[in-house]
């Protein structure tokens, strides 16, 4: 399961910036609004240090991590939905990730312009939010009427679809993000098929000078004042900080974080954000030919887990044989562990836990 995020921002916030340091793909970044002309899309390999410890225990052939990929489109700004600037043309790029990284601007700085001439996050949010509902409005609009056509049927799920997207027009209408309207389960299902922009959920990293990185200022006070109701994961970044961090090496990153005061780089504590906005936790699997690091949802069960594997995995599912990392790293091998009592034999309604390194036995 690859975890897919949409980066959003009006013009010159940093977003094509921080994407760069994400990625490594080196977008171009420049102080004039449009620079990003095409969508770009980089995969990002998830730092995870239980998987470099594994790598020294086990000593296999290959390592490999998960990844997320990341797409950055261009700055949007106001009138976007209707066809001003050029983010408009690629919002379609991000109707497919599973989450929306949205990043405003939390600095001053008058070598770098502003789109609207002067910096207040609060209102850049607003503009992008508008623009993302009614894009979503659009397109709600044009499902109501395919489901209004199947629902003259007499069809159920029609009918059901059909007053679900009532309920996200209606919101929409009323300036509320598809996430903030209240829906059941049945109609989260329906909706989920639509993939609407604003129903995704969003993390916030406020872009600030590397004097606020580890407290904020008056600019992240406001805007994370203006969320409070929205209960969204905000991160304080400073793209400047995390290009620096991205030519060095692991201990000389390790020697500027502490410098900074601080203990991970804010690509790291945005990638975990991630996974714990999407509620994504990462199992092991390790032998002498690979170490792997797998992602699947909190709360999945053996048999599922297995299944990201290869589906044959799960069809043929008969137990799983599991360590926890920490005994792993304890006792060093999975032999020791298996001396030590440490290693669980598990059925199918087992629960993996983040951080397992699973062996999965199984019919063919």
């Known amino acids: 399961m690859g975890l897919q995020a949409g980066i959003v921002g009006l013009p010159n916030v940093g977003k094509s910036t921080l994407f760069n340091c994400l990625s490594n793909a080196q977008a171009q970044s420049a102080n004039f609004p449009f620079c ?8 990002i390999t998830v730092p995870d240090s239980r998987l470099f410890r594994l790598e020294e225990l086990v000593n296999p052939q290959r390592v490999i991590p998960t990844t997320i990929e990341i797409v950055d489109i261009a700055g949007l700004v106001k009138g976007a939905s209707k066809g001003e600037g050029l983010g408009n043309q690629f919002l379609g790029n991000i109707k497919s990730t599973d989450a929306i990284i949205h990043v405003v601007r939390c600095f001053e700085n008058d070598n770098i312009v502003h789109v609207d001439g002067s910096v207040d996050p609060v209102r850049d949010k607003e503009i992008i939010d508008t623009e993302l509902q009614l894009k ?4 709600a609009e044009k499902a109501l009427l395919k489901y209004q056509k199947m629902a003259k049927t007499g069809d159920k799920v029609a009918l059901r679809a059909v007053e679900t997207i009532e309920a996200v027009i209606s919101g929409l209408s009323s300036g509320n993000s598809v996430r903030n309207i209240k829906l059941d389960d049945d109609q989260k299902e329906i909706i989920q098929s639509l993939q609407f922009l604003t129903a ?23 805007f994370a004042k203006s969320v409070e109701g929205e209960n969204a994961l905000i991160l304080f970044i400073s793209a400047a900080i995390e290009a620096d961090i991205a030519t060095m090496d692991r201990d000389d990153q390790l020697m500027f974080l502490e410098e900074m005061g601080l203990t991970e780089s804010g690509v790291g504590r945005l990638i975990r954000s991630a996974y714990e906005l999407l509620n994504y936790i990462t199992y092991f699997t390790a032998g002498e030919k690979e170490v792997r690091a797998w992602t699947i949802t909190r709360g999945t069960k053996a048999p599922g887990a297995a299944g990201v594997i290869h589906t044959d995995f799960e069809k043929g599912f008969i137990r799983a044989e599991v360590i926890h990392f920490a005994d792993f790293d304890t006792y060093g091998s999975e ?27 199984f019919n063919v």
Do not use: W
């Not at 990003?36 to 995969?43: D, V």
């Not at 032999?335 to 036995?361: I, N, P, T, W």
């Open 200 to 222: 995704k959920p969003v993390m916030y990293v406020c872009n600030v000078d590397e004097n606020s990185v580890v407290s904020g200022n008056q600019f992240t006070e406001a």
């Open 36 to 43: 990003t002309i095409e969508p770009n899309i980089g995969t």
């Open 136 to 139: 979503d409005l659009d397109g």
């Open 335 to 361: 032999s020791k562990c298996r001396d030590a009592g440490r290693l669980h034999v598990e059925g199918k309604d087992y629960v993996v836990q983040d951080g397992d390194v699973m062996h999965f036995r």
